[in-house]
């Protein structure tokens, strides 16, 4: 059975010897190579001779090269090679970065070393793996906004003035219509017009029927 070479790029030493001695002792892997920066990885793959690795773990936060600007390199290198960013950056920037740079998936650094694992399996028959808090971001990120209606903008109190207007009443008749003052009746058509982006009571009146707000 052919083993999955792997591999590593991240210079912390602590993750870099956690993620090799765990994975090293995986039978299904083998590993390709280790190094703290993506320079060192691809003047050491360059001239290794070999097919290369089927999988690489990238850090992002490298010295020199980080691991976003490093993807396009290693892709040239090696084109059907598969990137994991592990990384401890999660904000929507970096991560939509990254899968545009050629990245196929996104785990977090606090992902437990057998997700880890996972991840590589699974990125190695096909699929793409994401950590559920980088899942939630790109899905939020691709999920429909909800359209605000302009009407929704308006509170109940000024609905009602600008169905008065439509009606055709002056300002002072909406005032008496809803036993206000002159003066309230004033700053609410204010506060619509701004609102609304309009500047006359024509424009108010046209848009209110176009819309449907009339009652």
Not at 49 to 77: C, H, M, R, Y
Not at 138 to 167: C, S, W, Y
Request: net charge positive; charged share 25%; aromatic share 6%.
């Amino acid at each position: 059975m052919k083993k999955i070479s792997l591999a590593i790029v991240e210079d912390e030493q602590i993750i870099r010897k956690s993620l090799t001695t765990y994975l090293g002792k995986n039978p299904e892997f083998e590993l390709f190579q280790v190094s703290t920066s993506v320079e060192g990885f691809l003047a050491a793959a360059a001239n290794s001779g070999q097919k290369g690795p089927d999988v690489i773990l990238l850090d992002i936060q490298l010295p020199g090269i980080n691991g976003i600007e490093g993807i396009p390199a290693i892709k040239t290198l090696f084109p059907e090679v598969d990137i994991i960013i592990l990384t401890t950056f999660e904000d929507e920037e970096k991560i939509f970065a990254a899968l545009s740079a050629g990245a196929c998936s996104y785990l977090s650094k606090r992902t437990p070393l057998q997700r880890i694992q996972e991840a590589i399996l699974t990125v190695y028959r096909g699929g793409s793996y994401m950590s559920p808090s980088v899942a939630r971001k790109i899905a939020d990120h691709f999920m429909p906004k909800q359209k605000v209606e302009e009407n929704a903008i308006l509170t109940a109190r000024q609905q009602d003035i600008v169905n008065g207007i439509v009606d055709g009443l002056s300002y002072k008749m909406v005032a008496n219509r809803l036993d206000i003052s002159l003066d309230t009746v004033r700053t609410h058509i204010k506060h619509i017009y701004r609102a609304l982006n309009i500047n006359s009571k024509g424009e108010l009146i046209k848009k209110a029927i176009k819309k449907g707000w009339v009652s």
